[in-house]
């Protein structure tokens, strides 16, 4: 069974004179395991779509299935509940909560499924050290830099161990040597827990490193000329 | 819970101005609350504690009609024996003067010794010593002496007055001189009323209190108190005309009741400041929600469930308001000790005197304070935190569907508003509620949520107005702008301030007209030229009177054209037995010399003369009101003689007491309820005379042995309105916290606001922006938000005033009060509401300049 698994996902914004059509009928699978890059130019829908796989928004029509999970058929809760287990995410801005310690923003979804503060610590500091980020655990978000705040990101989406990655153009925000570093912990990360990984670039050499590559435009994949 | 911690409670401590502001509100929300409650049960349990002690073991009590019971019935009252021990009771109040000349009033008890004994526990300290209780012959030679007084241990210990020493005892305007032949010992019920206690003979009480031939009640312990049901209906149809049976606990509730508008209105006032604080935690959670809508998205795409948001938020308020409470509490105990002052020169309390203490602090209270700390708080989060519920996930990466809600705000919040005002209309169309303005202050209330709700739409007109800002330069459309981007973020801090600016003009208004009005009508109304009083202060409650000595000399002064001779008793009315006055005047008098102004009829003077020596009555608006009473109607009055109907000639405007006066020419006072002395006198003096010359004279010619009060007509008109500005201070004063916390609430809201667009501030700096420029658009925006708020709170006040004026003075008070605009007191309100908010906006202002000295445009 594929990790995710898209069929014709369509994704309309709006009504009327403001009406935008972000998707038009993408399809797609991620095995498990797999790496699946999606690159085009601006606006094109990437991250739309990234969204509706990873259940924070929900398609106009089409399905989606994660771990063969339907996510048409679930409730916010239990939409809610899948995000928490299933999935982890990496956003371009970071999105770090700033009155959190950087160990803290790690252990945040292990809190949320509720295990318990300690053990969560402690296995925030583990997944801080595999990031490189073991000295700086106590620091608040405003105190470090981009780069480390991805790489801290990256070990927040992975603590609980999901299925699915998705990361939206994680590297888009940072120059290109903390870029460098943030690919290469997801790219080791990847190796060693075997978590498919669904991730929405601009940069080719970022999509160079994936399995797969999905090309989209206009809100549809298109062929892989050129 | 940790993420409770982590992501609220540090939030609020990084964000200190706007909790410490949300603190200080709920704080003096729970403080004032907590005050006037504490203020009024304690004014409530002093009567009560009073009761208790003077009624010892008495089951039931004969009371007369207003005068009391004359003592020849006494005598035809032998039956009561067969139902319990019978003792014949004066109670009155009277000064002590202390050794070091300060002057103390007490509660005097004037009894019959050997009757009374089954009655109350009479601890000496003399007998104590000993180690037993005086023997009834013992307590009577004691007393006997008409000059034996016996006080408590614990009073005399405060004024250093020793057993066997002589004191000096004020009753009216004589000044007696007594000695003090026992202590009680500082235990039981001397110790409740706080030792104010005083006992002497019966024989010596009436003679003092110009009382002979009468007594206050007689007190009935029955032999059975199982029978207290049957005794009461049996004594009831046994006694004559003019006396009835009672429990000592219905006193208590005919004060309790006098008091109730009085307290409601109070009560009412305090939740002025609850609704502030309302709108504190509104705006606190409102903006945390707002500002913080992208880490909401972050949690919801990590997977906090839509309830976990909510509580989270709701845990904030909560939180707020837990150590709201907590201060609050010994803030409002502190506060309680001021409004007791305050209740007891308002409030004609008759047998409060100075025995209400405020009572400590118990566990209820704080159960209190948290019952009504949270749940508001509770109430003030509720639509934030569905709010934040409501935040999609995507929030964490997109900000589009904030600006898609944004658009139909206005319109619906002019919509809420106008149904508010609409519904607050009718509500002030209903009648009171038993003798309360519910439905009036429910009006209030609709008017100004109302108020707040107009504020996102006027905030919106703001955004589409450009041309008046340009006055202001460059920084006025920078701040313009400003403003018109944070619309939603401004809108319910605005609205506190609005809401705290309509309360303020309404009061103002309210307490202006009423000024007004209660000058206007001493004005008409005090047309002597001397007032005789027995005491500075209190002009009514039990009657103290002025002796015939006095009263002979007085009108012997060659200056002095005519005397009018005021007295007053209480007297039960109508079906709920509601304690009103009944007073007795020189009609002729009054008639000749002027000071009455009428409401109706017009032609009030001709149906005054017929009213001299006839069965007819002048009565207050306030009677009238209650009442429901109007010119031409019968009443029936309680007398010595029975139920007997008076007719009702005029109504009168008085301000002096929201009991109710019905007033009769002293002539038919005299035939109905026999003769009683003087409780006040006015002297109409001689064209060319100097009143203080006169008023000199006459004070000098007191001697040793009387003591009197007596104002000229400008010294008591100072003193009417000296005591009603001390009546509002405390008005102002809250009003003054609460519009001082809400511009503080503004100012941290810019605070927020100002942190949030430090990325824009700095880019500003480096476009060339100086930092004068900075500051002074801060201060404009603030300045802006100040005015706005006056601009809608202006109106919205004197709706309100309208409301206070028409309606809930009316129904709790009965009073006309003339509508009028203090426009000084608006105008200089309005320049200072502008100057402060400038102020307090130099904070954001400083903020913003220090943000871009020290930050450049990399922070992410
Ligand atoms: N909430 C929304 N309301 C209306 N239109 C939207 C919304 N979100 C996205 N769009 C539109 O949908 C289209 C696809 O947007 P999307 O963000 O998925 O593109 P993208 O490929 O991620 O672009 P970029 O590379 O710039 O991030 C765009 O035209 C965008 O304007
Ligand atoms: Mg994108």
Not at chain 2, 13 to 25: E, I, Q, S
Not at chain 2, 348 to 374: F, K, R
Not at chain 2, 501 to 506: F, G, I, R, S, T
Request: net charge neutral; with cysteine; hydrophobic share 50%.
């Amino acid at each position: 069974m594929p990790t995710l698994q898209a069929h014709d996902l369509h994704r309309v914004y709006g009504s009327g004179d403001s009406r935008v059509e972000a998707l038009r009928g993408v399809s797609l699978t991620v095995a498990g395991g797999e790496f699946l890059a999606v690159v085009g130019p601006s606006g094109c829908g990437k991250t739309t779509l990234l969204h509706l796989c990873g259940g924070m928004d929900r398609a106009t029509a089409g399905t989606i299935a994660v771990d063969g999970v339907a996510l048409g058929d679930l409730d916010d809760e239990a939409l809610t509940g899948l995000r928490r287990e299933r999935v982890g995410f990496v956003f371009q801005f970071f999105n770090l909560l700033p009155t959190l310690t950087l160990a803290e923003n790690i252990a945040l979804p292990l809190l949320l499924a509720g295990v318990s503060p300690a053990e969560g610590t402690a296995r925030a500091r583990e997944g801080a050290e595999r990031v490189g980020l073991g000295h700086r655990l106590a620091h608040f978000p405003a105190q470090v830099s981009g780069g480390e705040l991805q790489r801290a990101a990256v070990a927040r989406a992975l603590i609980h161990k999901p299925a699915l990655l998705i990361a939206d153009e994680p590297t888009g925000n940072l120059d290109t040597e903390s870029g460098q570093r943030v690919l290469e912990v997801l790219r080791t990360l990847h190796r060693e827990t075997g978590v498919a990984v669904l991730l929405a670039t601009h940069d080719a050499l970022i999509a160079g490193a994936a399995d797969r590559v999905l090309r989209m435009r206009d809100g549809v994949e298109v062929p892989a000329t050129l | 819970m940790t993420l409770f911690r982590q992501f609220i409670v540090r939030a609020l401590l990084r964000d200190r101005p706007r909790t410490v502001v949300t603190v200080v509100g709920l704080t003096l929300g729970v403080a004032v609350v907590v005050a006037i409650r504490l203020a009024n049960a304690s004014s409530i349990r002093g009567f009560e504690t009073a009761l208790d002690v003077v009624a010892g073991k008495t089951s039931l009590e004969i009371v007369g009609a207003g005068v009391g019971v004359p003592e020849t019935q006494l005598r035809d009252l032998g039956w009561l024996r067969d139902y319990g021990r019978v003792s014949p009771v004066i109670d009155r109040i009277a000064r002590v003067r202390a050794p070091d000349g300060t002057e103390h009033p007490v509660r005097v008890l004037g009894v019959d010794v050997l009757r009374d004994r089954p009655f109350r526990e009479y601890r000496l300290l003399r007998f104590a010593r000993d180690g037993r209780d005086p023997r009834p012959q013992e307590l009577l030679a004691l007393l006997l002496d008409p000059t034996s007084v016996v006080l408590t241990q614990r009073f005399a210990g405060r004024h250093a007055i020793e057993l066997d020493t002589p004191v000096q005892l004020i009753i009216g305007d004589r000044v007696h001189g007594a000695v003090v032949r026992g202590l009680l010992l500082d235990e039981g019920p001397a110790r409740v009323v706080d030792g104010q206690l005083a006992l002497m003979d019966i024989a010596t009480a009436q003679l003092l209190f110009d009382r002979l031939g009468w007594l206050d009640r007689v007190e009935i312990q029955l032999f059975d108190a199982e029978t207290i049901d049957d005794a009461e209906g049996a004594i009831a149809t046994r006694l004559p005309d003019g006396l009835r049976v009672q429990r000592p606990a219905q006193r208590g509730r005919q004060v309790e009741r006098m008091l109730a508008a009085f307290h409601f209105n109070l009560t009412a006032l305090s939740y002025i400041a609850l609704v502030v604080g309302l709108f504190l935690v509104y705006n606190t959670v409102a903006v945390s929600v707002i500002t913080r809508r992208r880490e909401i998205g972050t949690l919801r795409a990590l997977g906090a469930t839509r309830r976990l948001v909510r509580r989270l938020f709701l845990g904030e308020a909560a939180l707020l308001a837990m150590v709201g409470a907590g201060l609050g509490l010994p803030a409002g105990w502190l506060l309680a000790q001021a409004a007791v002052r305050l209740t007891s020169t308002t409030v004609n309390v008759l047998y409060i005197t100075s025995a209400a203490t405020v009572p400590a602090l118990g566990a209820g209270d704080l159960l209190l304070a948290c019952a009504v700390a949270i749940p508001l708080a509770l109430a003030g989060a509720a639509i934030p935190s569905a709010e934040a519920a409501g935040v999609t996930p995507i929030a964490a990466v997109r900000d589009v569907d904030r600006f898609v809600r944004d658009r139909g705000v206005p319109r619906r919040s002019a919509a809420l508003a106008m149904l508010l005002f609409g519904a607050g209309w009718w509500l002030s169309t209903r009648e009171a509620v038993g003798g309360l303005p519910v439905f009036g202050l429910g009006a209030a209330l609709l008017v100004v949520f109302g108020a707040a709700a107009l504020v996102p739409a006027l905030l919106d007109l703001l955004r589409r107005v450009r041309l008046p800002w340009r006055w202001f330069g460059l920084e006025g459309l920078l701040a313009h702008a400003n403003l018109s981007a944070s619309v939603s973020r401004l809108a319910v801090s605005v609205a506190a301030l609005v809401v705290s600016l309509a309360m303020l003009a309404a009061m103002a208004i309210m307490v202006g007209s009423f000024r007004d009005t209660v000058g206007y009508w001493v004005g008409q109304t005090l047309q002597g030229d001397l007032f005789v009083a027995t005491a500075d202060r209190a002009p009514l409650g039990p009657a103290v009177t002025i002796s015939a000595a006095t009263e002979r000399r007085l009108a012997a002064h060659p200056a002095v054209a005519a005397l009018d001779r005021f007295s007053h008793v209480d007297l039960s009315y109508g079906p709920d037995r509601d304690l009103i006055i009944l007073g007795a005047g020189d009609f002729e008098v009054r008639l000749e010399h002027g000071g009455l102004l009428l409401k109706t009829p017009t032609d009030g003077r001709a149906a005054m003369r017929r009213a001299v020596g006839a069965d007819a009555v002048v009565v207050s608006e306030s009677f009238a009101i209650k009442h429901d009473v109007a010119v031409a109607d019968r009443i029936e009055l309680d007398t010595p003689q029975g139920a007997r109907p008076f007719q009702v000639v005029a109504v009168y405007y008085d301000y002096s007491s929201d009991r109710g006066l019905v007033v009769m020419d002293r002539t038919t006072f005299a035939r109905h309820y026999g003769a009683q002395r003087p409780t006040g006198l006015t002297l109409y003096l001689a064209p060319d005379a100097d009143p203080e010359a006169v008023r000199e004279e006459l004070l000098a010619g007191a001697g040793p042995d009387h003591r009197l009060f007596i104002r000229t007509n400008a010294a008591l008109r100072a003193e009417v309105l000296r005591i009603f500005d001390a009546t509002f201070a405390i008005t102002y004063a809250l009003e003054a916290i609460a519009i001082f916390v809400a511009i503080i609430g503004v100012a941290a809201t810019l605070v927020t606001l100002t942190l949030e667009r430090r990325r824009e501030l700095a880019m500003l700096r480096q476009l060339g922006a100086g930092r004068g420029q900075i500051r002074r658009m801060v201060v404009i925006e603030a300045a802006m938000l100040g005015m706005l708020s006056q601009g809608v709170g202006l109106p919205v006040g004197v709706v309100l005033s309208l409301i206070l004026i028409y309606v809930v003075n009316v129904q709790s008070f009965g009073w006309t009060i003339q509508f009028h605009l203090p426009l000084g007191f608006l105008a200089q309100s309005t320049l200072l509401i502008a100057v402060t908010t400038a102020l307090a906006g130099l904070y954001p202002a400083r903020i913003a300049t220090r943000l871009t000295e020290t930050e450049g445009t990399s922070e992410g």
